[in-house]
């Protein structure tokens, strides 16, 4: 490396950096594909939970309620029923398609995580991580997230549905 001149081994850094930029701009397309197909398919769920709930149940509980008269339930009874069974149906659906637009993203915050840790990295600011030091640092590091994430929100003044700590 002594008979090296400085601009060679700036240059070679330079070009590494760019091979590292690149691939990383590479792996967050490949992630951001994978979840937007993601979402694509929660938000198709989601719809079909709309659908669902506008538009089939009418037929299904007017027959419901016909059934549960004819076996001698009071009518004001059989309508309950049919709309504690649609209710759950309904929020079966949702909480499935919840499930699944809530997988989506992670893979776009492990990539963010790399790319911060490999920034800190060039310049010259992370400590040398061992292998145990690492998942540490990584739990660590996305605590540190969610805390922005939760300090931001705060400041927007915007609350998650469901969330009764802004209650």
Do not use: Y
């Not at 490396?1 to 590479?26: D, F, H, N, S």
């Not at 719809?47 to 027959?63: E, K, S």
């Not at 600011?125 to 300090?151: F, K, N, V, Y």
């Amino acid at each position: 490396m002594a008979g090296r001149p400085l601009a060679e081994i700036i240059q070679g850094a330079t070009e590494q950096a760019r091979a590292v930029a690149q691939g990383t701009v590479e792996l967050v397309k490949a992630q951001l594909s994978r979840d937007g197909k993601l979402l694509a398919a929660g938000s198709g769920l989601m719809v079909g939970a709309l659908v669902f709930a506008t538009c089939i149940p009418p037929l299904l509980v007017a027959a419901l309620v016909c059934g549960l008269v004819a076996m001698g339930f009071w009518p004001w009874a059989a309508c309950l029923i049919a709309v504690a069974l649609v209710v759950l149906i309904c929020a079966g659906t949702a909480l499935a398609a919840k499930a699944i637009l809530k997988r989506a993203g992670k893979g776009s915050r492990q990539t963010l995580d790399q790319v911060k840790a490999s920034v800190a990295a060039f310049q010259g600011t992370a400590a040398p991580r061992t292998e145990a030091g690492a998942e540490g640092q990584a739990g660590a590091e996305g605590q540190a997230d969610d805390a922005d994430l939760t300090s931001a929100k705060d400041k927007a003044g915007a609350a998650e549905p469901g969330d009764e700590s802004a209650q």
